[in-house]
């Protein structure tokens, strides 16, 4: 069973920024946060990850609360492209397997 | 760098029917993995590898069989082919013992059973 919560669907407006929650509150202390998106069937591409400390990298910025049982992946000026389904996964970094859950639906919107 | 690359990219079969498909990677990673993603649902996993000559099962393996002979390939073979195999299969890898490295996942392979 997948570890994480996540919003069925949202829009967003192009150029705004999307804020895309996870709840992974049984995450335990040797677990990774990963995300990843899935445009139109196409094979899942990895966006970002982190174990405590926020990150950012040149597609999005990942925040993860204090306890860790929560995160927030943002795409700071969303585009047309990022139309995907967005998957929030947790992994031991030791971990052989990647549990996907059904993830969020984000529409872009002109 | 190709990445993970399967072939084929899109395959019809009749039930009862047997076919293997193909996954190679580029990348010397030791993991491997096969995955089936239904209309709408996210992916399951099917079988992995951890190394040349070492599987084991995921979460939805009755139906396959694969084997890891070589580093670079890990095929999925369809022995008798069912409708509720219908689906899109992504092949991925990954090297482990380099930190927390993110799966790299090929573009898949669209199967049909009629």
């Known amino acids: 069973d997948a570890k994480t919560t996540q919003p069925t669907s949202m829009d967003c407006a192009e150029g705004r920024a999307a804020n895309l929650p996870c709840n992974h509150s049984t995450i335990s202390g040797n677990e990774y946060v990963y995300w990843y998106r899935q445009i139109h069937s196409q094979g899942p591409q990895y966006i970002i990850h982190?174990?405590?400390n926020n990150e950012t990298n040149e597609m999005a910025s990942l925040i993860i609360t204090e306890d860790r049982k929560s995160s927030t992946l943002i795409l700071p000026h969303a585009t047309l492209r990022d139309t995907a389904v967005y998957y929030c996964i947790v992994r031991e970094a030791a971990g052989n397997k990647l549990t996907f859950g059904g993830g969020t639906r984000v529409l872009v919107k002109p | 760098n190709a990445g993970v690359t399967q072939t084929p990219k899109f395959r019809i079969l009749k039930i009862g029917q047997s076919m293997t498909l193909q996954c190679t990677q580029d990348m010397n990673h030791n993991y491997m993995y096969w995955y089936r993603q239904d209309p709408g649902m996210g992916l399951k996993l099917i079988y992995y590898s951890v190394g040349a000559g070492i599987t084991d099962k995921g979460e939805v393996p009755n139906g396959y069989n694969v084997s890891r002979s070589t580093t670079e390939d890990f095929p999925l073979r369809l022995e008798l082919a069912a409708p509720s195999q219908t689906s899109v299969y992504f092949c991925a890898s990954i090297q482990q013992g380099r930190g927390n490295q993110p799966q790299h996942f090929g573009d898949g392979t669209r199967l049909s059973i009629l």
């Open positions: 982190g174990l405590k």
